[in-house]
């Protein structure tokens, strides 16, 4: 029996899909570097080994699969194609493994991770299925009915894939490192439709999508009144949104999810239309009121009296809908954004955007740029960001403490470099203060 040998198994698909093949009964393992990622607590829960980069890691027996952060110039990498192994890219690999199932992709520029997370969640309660979230989640089923997977733009990876389904979420244009425009992703995200073998779930209230051209039927959802699937009466309440459900203009159900904010409610939409046109009930939809959320989407905490919410959103569309839950969530709070942009292509880009972004919290903290591995650093800073956000002020490690002002406020750390490091060295700071407290 072949052993699966993941190179860059702490990545957060990779680590997903060693779980999905270790749940299934194959034989896997990993290597990556020594620095402690979150993605391991899951790995180590099913003991699969990891060890350090290293050529002698790569042994005859071994099937490949390649995390796509790394290049070919890598040691494991180099060995593995000097040995003739069976070698894949993690796209490539994902490609084939999805034929066995009835797969679902869930794709688009934002909200892919936290609808994967919704739709693996309300499949998983009615059938056995295999699931891999960009969170770095993964679980496989033998006799799973159905895969649901986050699909990913970049670099045009998602067009190794031909699922069955694909559900798209929004065009938008980010990435701007690999995409030389709005135009550029249409061209990506039209290709991806043009490989999906049943339907297409997408949400009409978007532009671009309505433009997408498919030779399978596309299901639309939104709030307009034009859609299939549309929401009406949209109500905040303690519990979360409350929201009816038209299709085709006919009044379906009513269904509440523990969230806040418009994109929340799209993304339940497009997993109740995935149900619906696979013949589901509407009873076994509602098993999105006990969604518990996705690691790094909104995740929050309640020290002293302080919300500390720790979130992905790197695009300035992600940080108006982040802030826009924390509004609609905590309407009496004061709103604090800290936030560390990430690559300096990205903040170059959109740096007017994010501006108006931030500018819809109370005050904005930023944190240096986070340069990606891929690019060299900007003649870009983050002083030129911080000229465009009136509210604003640059935030450096060793003074986290002087969040703590911010007594009753609801404070987001937001970015997808490593701005958690800001949120634990702000969180342990204040252990003094608990224990002055106890």
Same mark, same amino acid.
């Given at each position: 029996?072949?052993?699966?040998?993941?190179?860059?198994?702490?990545?957060?698909?990779?680590?997903?899909?060693?779980?999905?093949?270790?749940?299934?009964?194959?034989?896997?393992?990993?290597?990556?570097?020594?620095?402690?990622?979150?993605?391991?607590?899951?790995?180590?829960?099913?003991?699969?080994?990891?060890?350090?980069?290293?050529?002698?890691?790569?042994?005859?027996?071994?099937?490949?699969?390649?995390?796509?952060?790394?290049?070919?110039?890598?040691?494991?990498?180099?060995?593995?194609?000097?040995?003739?192994?069976?070698?894949?890219?993690?796209?490539?690999?994902?490609?084939?493994?999805?034929?066995?199932?009835?797969?679902?992709?869930?794709?688009?520029?934002?909200?892919?991770?936290?609808?994967?997370?919704?739709?693996?969640? %309300?499949?998983?309660?009615?059938?056995?299925?295999?699931?891999?979230?960009?969170?770095?989640?993964?679980?496989?089923?033998?006799?799973?009915?159905?895969?649901?997977?986050?699909?990913?733009?970049?670099?045009?990876?998602?067009?190794?894939?031909?699922?069955?389904?694909?559900?798209?979420?929004?065009?938008?244009?980010?990435?701007?490192?690999?995409?030389?425009?709005?135009?550029?992703?249409?061209?990506?995200?039209?290709?991806?439709?043009?490989?999906?073998?049943?339907?297409?779930?997408?949400?009409?209230?978007?532009?671009?999508?309505?433009?997408?051209?498919?030779?399978?039927?596309?299901?639309?959802?939104?709030?307009?009144?034009?859609?299939?699937?549309?929401?009406?009466? %949209?109500?905040?309440?303690?519990?979360?949104?409350?929201?009816?459900?038209?299709?085709?203009?006919?009044?379906?159900?009513?269904?509440?999810?523990?969230?806040?904010?418009?994109?929340?409610?799209?993304?339940?939409?497009?997993?109740?239309?995935?149900?619906?046109?696979?013949?589901?009930?509407?009873?076994?939809?509602?098993?999105?009121?006990?969604?518990?959320?996705?690691?790094?989407?909104?995740?929050?905490?309640?020290?002293?009296?302080?919300?500390?919410?720790?979130?992905?959103?790197?695009?300035?569309?992600?940080?108006?809908?982040?802030?826009?839950?924390?509004?609609?969530?905590?309407?009496?709070?004061?709103?604090?954004?800290?936030?560390?942009?990430?690559?300096?292509?990205?903040?170059?880009?959109?740096?007017?955007?994010?501006?108006?972004?931030?500018?819809?919290?109370?005050?904005?903290?930023?944190?240096?740029?986070?340069?990606?591995?891929?690019?060299?650093?900007?003649?870009?800073?983050?002083?030129?960001?911080?000229?465009?956000?009136?509210?604003?002020?640059?935030?450096?490690?060793?003074?986290?403490?002087?969040?703590?002002?911010?007594?009753?406020? %609801?404070?987001?750390?937001?970015?997808?470099?490593?701005?958690?490091?800001?949120?634990?060295?702000?969180?342990?700071?204040?252990?003094?203060?608990?224990?002055?407290?106890?």
């Amino acid at each position: 029996m072949t052993t699966y040998h993941f190179i860059g198994i702490k990545g957060t698909g990779m680590s997903a899909l060693a779980q999905i093949l270790h749940d299934s009964g194959e034989k896997v393992q990993g290597s990556d570097v020594e620095k402690r990622f979150f993605t391991q607590d899951a790995l180590e829960a099913k003991n699969i080994t990891i060890y350090p980069f290293s050529k002698e890691n790569i042994t005859d027996d071994l099937t490949i699969i390649a995390g796509n952060a790394f290049s070919d110039d890598h040691v494991e990498i180099q060995e593995a194609k000097r040995k003739g192994l069976v070698y894949y890219r993690y796209h490539e690999f994902l490609g084939e493994w999805l034929k066995q199932y009835t797969s679902i992709a869930v794709t688009g520029a934002h909200g892919k991770t936290s609808t994967t997370g919704l739709l693996a969640h %309300v499949l998983d309660m009615e059938y056995p299925i295999s699931y891999l979230i960009g969170d770095g989640t993964g679980r496989g089923h033998v006799d799973s009915n159905y895969f649901v997977f986050e699909a990913c733009e970049y670099r045009r990876h998602f067009l190794s894939y031909e699922p069955d389904y694909a559900i798209m979420t929004n065009i938008d244009f980010d990435h701007p490192d690999y995409f030389s425009s709005i135009n550029d992703v249409f061209d990506a995200f039209q290709s991806m439709a043009d490989k999906v073998k049943k339907g297409i779930i997408a949400c009409g209230d978007d532009e671009k999508l309505q433009q997408i051209q498919a030779k399978v039927p596309v299901v639309y959802y939104g709030f307009s009144a034009s859609n299939d699937f549309q929401a009406q009466n %949209v109500k905040e309440t303690e519990q979360g949104t409350e929201f009816d459900v038209f299709v085709r203009n006919t009044y379906y159900d009513t269904f509440t999810i523990p969230m806040y904010g418009n994109h929340h409610v799209l993304n339940s939409l497009a997993v109740i239309a995935i149900c619906h046109y696979e013949g589901m009930e509407a009873e076994s939809m509602k098993h999105l009121h006990s969604f518990k959320g996705v690691k790094r989407r909104f995740t929050e905490k309640r020290v002293h009296d302080q919300i500390i919410i720790d979130d992905y959103a790197h695009h300035p569309r992600e940080i108006t809908a982040t802030i826009e839950s924390a509004r609609k969530k905590y309407p009496d709070r004061e709103i604090v954004a800290i936030f560390q942009p990430h690559t300096f292509t990205r903040t170059k880009t959109f740096l007017q955007e994010f501006a108006d972004s931030l500018n819809d919290a109370d005050e904005v903290y930023l944190c240096e740029i986070f340069a990606s591995a891929r690019e060299e650093s900007g003649q870009l800073t983050i002083q030129d960001l911080e000229k465009l956000i009136p509210s604003s002020s640059i935030l450096e490690l060793e003074e986290v403490e002087k969040l703590a002002k911010h007594e009753t406020s %609801v404070l987001i750390f937001m970015g997808a470099g490593d701005i958690q490091k800001f949120q634990k060295a702000y969180e342990e700071s204040l252990t003094p203060k608990k224990a002055e407290n106890a």
